[in-house]
Each structure stands twice: as structure tokens, then as C-alpha cells.
């Protein structure tokens, strides 16, 4: 019998539906997951189409469609007449089909920048604390070479993005350096964005002159201001803007990414 003190179910509509995955996205998922878990590491070749398909239990139509969209996002590689591996799975790569999204996407301009800010003004400031001479020496040097490079978009950008890993790799913490280096595809299409945009080069190159000023005073409380002034500018001037337009020809490009994959 039914208790009279019970609460009552709720909805079902409140419940929700389950939506089954398509079956490619779930062979791409369960092969990222034995990545994930290191059953499968950088290097190893998978089984063979025909084999592979059978202990999956799928068609060999589905395991293809699988395997050329982690094939696109560069988490697995077809070798001719050698079959498929595990790639490098270099994080870079990894991040490259995310620049296209936000290349198209406001939101993740927004976040890029919230992620940046939390990230490389602590960053700026452990590099004043830990940099080599010889790294304060390299920053001076990426200053002069973005200076030397305005007006060439990908030459500037080339700089600009050398003196952030330099401040990361003297940051001595290797955590927040592979955070940052994850990042990198993204920081080129955000780049691609804004280094088009009046005056913007020019003021980057003042950001940066006063960050590498700070980091070789060893002031790790002006390095940190002078980074997240300089975020702070650009993501300004970027919203001032509005919408990023195209790029010029000759700027670095990035890769299209493939299907939905969940990590």
C-alpha cells in the first residue's frame, strides 16, 4: 500500500530523455577513453579495421567514420599500407580544431581572455622571482622582434607569442606552463583577431616592454600588473571592435577541427 506521507514523483518531462550518442561518436569516445586511461599510448598501432571491429562489435563502416574524426583532431593518424596509430597527442595539436570555434565564437573570446587573466599575470610574477639572465636577456629580444615586426602580421604574432612561453617556461612551474602551452592554438586564432585592429601592435609592443622591464627588475608585483594591464587592453580594444573580421593574407592560419568528441 502506497505510504500517504510519501512525496509525490515529480514529472517525468522533469526527469528528462536520453538521447542515444550516434555509434561513431561512441567508438570515438570509448578508444579517447583507453587513451585517457593509458591502455592505448602515443605511438601504439590499433588492431586492424576488421579486428578492431569485431571485438568492438560494430560495423567496419562506423569504426572508419570513428577513426577519421579523431583522425582530424589529431588524436589518431592513418598510415598508409601501415594501418592507424595513437599520434603524438601533443597538446598543441590537440587544441588546433578549437581555434576554429573560437575564431566563430564571442563566448570563447570572453572566456579565453577570463582563463588568461587568472593564469599569466601569476605567471609574470613567478617569472620575476625565478627567470635566468639569460631568459630576461631572450624577452628584451622578443620586444625588439615584435617592434621590428609591426606591420607583419605573422612575423609579430610569431614574437608575441614567444615572449608568453618564455614568461611561462620562467615561471619554474610546470603545471601552469602546460596550461598555458594547451592554450596556444586558441592564442593564435584570438591573435588572428586583434593584431589587424589600429594601433594595436604598437600598444602591444609598449605592454610587453614594460612586462619584460618588470620581470628583469625582478618586481613580480609590476610584472604581474603590467601582464593583466596588457590582457586587459587587448580584450577591450577587441570588444570596442566588435565582431573579429577576417584575417590578412599571410597570417598563420589554423586547422579545421572534426566531429564532437567528449574528452
Sequence with gaps: MPDPTASPLPPAAE???VVRDPLP????????????????RPGDRLPPERELAV?????R????????????IGVTEMRQGAGNYVASLDPATLMRPLGLVLALSDAGFNELFEARKLVEPKLAALAAERATEAEIARLVECVEASAAGIGDDEAFMRADLELHGI????????????????????????????????GMQARVVRDHRRIAEAVAAR??????AAMLAHLEDVERRRLAAGKPRRRRRGAIGT????????P
Excluded: K, P
Aim: hydrophobic share 50%; no cysteine.
Design 15 to 17: 526527469f528528462g530523455t
Design 25 to 40: 561518436e561512441q567508438i570515438a569516445n570509448r578508444l579517447v577513453a583507453l587513451i585517457s586511461e593509458r591502455q592505448l
Design 55 to 59: 571485438t568492438m562489435g560494430v560495423s
Design 61 to 72: 563502416a562506423s569504426l572508419r567514420e570513428a577513426l577519421r574524426a579523431l583522425s582530424l
Design 167 to 198: 614568461i611561462a617556461a620562467a615561471s619554474r612551474n610546470e603545471i601552469l606552463e602546460r596550461v598555458v602551452g594547451s592554450l596556444a592554438g586558441l592564442g593564435v586564432a584570438s591573435r588572428m583577431a586583434t593584431t589587424h585592429l589600429e
Design 219 to 224: 618586481d613580480a608585483a609590476a610584472a604581474s
Design 255 to 262: 586547422e579545421r577541427g572534426g566531429t564532437r568528441i567528449r
